[in-house]
Nanobody, 122 residues
Framework: QVQLVESGGGPVQAGGSLRLSCAAS????????MGWFRQAPGKERDFVAA??????SIDYADSVKGRFAISRGDNSVTLQMNSLKPEDTAVYYC?????????????????WGQGTQVTVSS
């Protein structure tokens, strides 16, 4: 079991930056691939970024490539978000994939945090 708690969301103006963190507890964390997803009101939960257990495999949604960067430490995962746009506004979720493989769809992920709101104003 892995418990995930996100932090770092909030309001920001377009063009600004935010750094989201996901604190993980549980002995299995290091074997998990970790991902970030986001969900805007009335929309489905969309893939943002994912990173493999050793950090060697990383994938990004096309919409965030070049602007967002995912990284991980011993007990955390971070999403650095730069050049934010109003369309990045959503609740951002951290998730864990016990297969250890980098997947881009939500059903692969077994463990989820409670989410953190990011609001980008124009």
């Amino acid at each position: 079991q892995v418990q995930l708690v996100e932090s770092g969301g909030g309001p920001v103006q377009a063009g600004g930056s935010l750094r989201l963190s996901c604190a993980a507890s549980g002995r299995s964390f290091r074997r998990y691939a970790m991902g970030w997803f986001r969900q805007a009101p009335g929309k489905e939960r969309d893939f943002v970024a994912a990173i493999g257990p050793n950090g060697g495999s990383i994938d990004y949604a096309d919409s965030v490539k070049g602007r967002f960067a995912i990284s991980r430490g011993d007990n955390s995962v971070t999403l650095q978000m730069n050049s934010l746009k109003p369309e990045d506004t959503a609740v951002y979720y951290c998730a864990g994939d016990h297969t250890g493989l980098v997947h881009t769809t939500a059903p692969w992920y077994s463990f989820w945090g409670q989410g953190t709101q990011v609001t980008v104003s124009s």
